[in-house]
């Protein structure tokens, strides 16, 4: 990992808290529209189950520090569930699973890289995470064979597209405007030798 130190400086945990409050109004809307694709077919609504991973890749895509993936996306779910979410407190189990999810992809990878294959596998894991606690919770119950299987194959494609590369083109797009100078995202790229990416 580039970054000197892997505490987090108080720029960072004020970006850190800001993602998870922005992502916790996010995640509650997302029921709105998970609930309506899930009246047209349980397929579709996997199609949506991505963003409630990208509290973690974006925090961790910004800051580049350890731990940050996974307590993103727990804070997250815990301001979901003070916005009502109808997990109730099923939603930290969610969160923090999801977040060990996308934490374990950048673990594997030494902290070393942050770049689209990276964000596309910790949305990735963030999605097989969940699976789990959907199996305990009897969310799968009554889907036949195929249908499940599809489920879940949809579920790791939103996974990677929505919180890896959604994410990484969010974050790309602010970073263009100069709100992330100070942090790991833009640092690391001025610091790279013209033609590499990340």
């Known amino acids: ?65 350890p731990g940050v993936a996974f307590v993103a996306e727990l804070v997250a779910a815990a301001g979901e569930l003070l916005l009502g979410s109808p997990d109730v407190l099923w939603v930290l189990l969610y969160g923090g699973l999801q977040g060990l999810g996308a934490e374990a992809a950048f673990a594997l990878l030494r902290y070393r890289r942050f770049d689209l294959p990276a964000l596309a596998l910790a949305g990735g894991l963030a999605a097989v995470a969940s699976i789990p606690l959907d199996a305990i919770t009897g969310y799968f119950t009554g889907m036949q064979a195929g249908v499940l299987a599809a489920a879940v194959a949809v579920r790791l494609v939103s996974g990677a597209v929505v919180a890896g590369l959604f994410a990484k083109i969010l974050v790309d797009g602010l970073a263009k405007t100069g709100v992330l100078n100070a942090y790991a995202v833009v640092r690391e790229r001025q610091d790279r030798p013209a033609g590499l990416a990340g």
Do not use: D
């Open 1 to 65: 990992m580039a970054g000197s130190s892997r505490r987090l400086q108080f720029r960072e945990i004020v970006m850190l808290a800001f993602i998870a409050a922005v992502c916790s109004v996010v995640f509650i809307n997302n029921w709105t529209l998970w609930n309506l694709a899930q009246a047209v077919h349980p397929v579709l609504a996997e199609t949506v189950y991505g963003i409630w991973f990208i509290a973690s890749t974006v925090a961790a895509y910004i800051i580049r520090k």
